[in-house]
């Protein structure tokens, strides 16, 4: 189903999977301002494009079961304090023993779900002093189950046991090497912390020892240049992927800093942004991008080849507002939904 897709999408002749407008479909390979495309079918008669992907998926037959790429499972949360309620959603992670972690940056807190979206407990809003979660964002998990929260107001790494027990503080706010300033999401990836920093407009990296290594990034808009990235994640060749905010595009870089490739430009089209921020990587390594400003998700192959689309503005499940962290966890996609205040998952069918 998916190659079937892909195919069509390819052709340029499918809408968003999950737009749920009537009057102003997505379109790829369109024209802005153009109207429904049409197709001429059989003698004469006029079908919207809209209908074409569910005309072919029924000609060809379904013998081994239709599905779309990402298949809505469940959707949970509010807009509160209490809970398993929201006020802002940031990034997600999962923790030793397999729960799901989001950190709220409103709430400041970090709390924990079941992968069904029971709550489970929560973390960091008792603590006091340097220790005190104030407005968590990035967030990790080490080899050593020790989860790790960046912080952007106060610029320090707090690194808990998985007891969820406080264990050191590290870094501090500024632009120092070694700082760090409005951090944002986070990968640990072969004993080493990757940081978004959205204050300096570079990647700084630390040692799972809490020990400052190196930084990569100066402002700017040139190759492996930074503005605001929002988010770094590594897929399993171990390459960084970062989403440059401020650019409106996506940037990899290897695990020393250098550019690799980088794919994107400011727009609403396919393969275009507007402020992407959440990142998440498959087992084939397709990149998966927030796009919080077009309240979408884009979904590239590893090398930056746009494959398809999902979402639309509103509130229903399948739309979003203001997209921030996404993670993939046993073949599915979990979304935060951080403006409809809930977590949307969804099934990869690959």
Partial sequence: MIELTLAVLKAGVATSLFDQHTD?????????????????????TLMNYRFRLILLIVAIGCSAGCADPLLPVTVWGSKGVEPGQFLYIEDFAVSQDGYLMVTDALRA????FTTTGDFVDSFGSNETGAT???KPEGIGVDTDGNIWVGDYLSGYLQKYTPDLEHQATYSGPGSD????????FMTIYQGRLFIAEAGNHRISVFNVQGDFEFSFG??????????RPEAVKQDTQGRLVVSDFGNDRIQ????????????????????????????????????YVADSGNNRIQVF??????????????SLHGQFENLHGLIIIDNHLFVGDTGN??????????
């Fill in 341 to 350: 205040h809930r977590i949307q998952k969804f099934s990869l069918n690959q």
């Fill in 252 to 287: 990899i870089f290897d695990t020393q800093g250098k550019f690799l490739d980088g794919f994107g430009t400011r727009g609403s089209e396919p393969g275009e942004f507007r402020k992407p921020t959440g990142i998440a990587i498959d087992a084939n390594n397709n990149i």
């Fill in 109 to 112: 807190d970090v709390q924990r």
């Fill in 24 to 44: 102003a479909p997505a379109r790829v390979g369109a024209r802005r301002n153009d109207g429904p495309r049409q197709v001429k079918l059989g003698k004469g």
């Fill in 218 to 227: 100066t402002p700017g808009a040139l190759e492996g240049q930074l503005s």
């Fill in 132 to 134: 005190l979660l104030e």
């Fill in 177 to 184: 090497e070694g700082m760090t300033l409005e951090s944002e």
């Fill in 301 to 314: 192959s590893s090398n930056g080849v746009f494959l398809y689309q999902l979402g639309s503005s509103g």
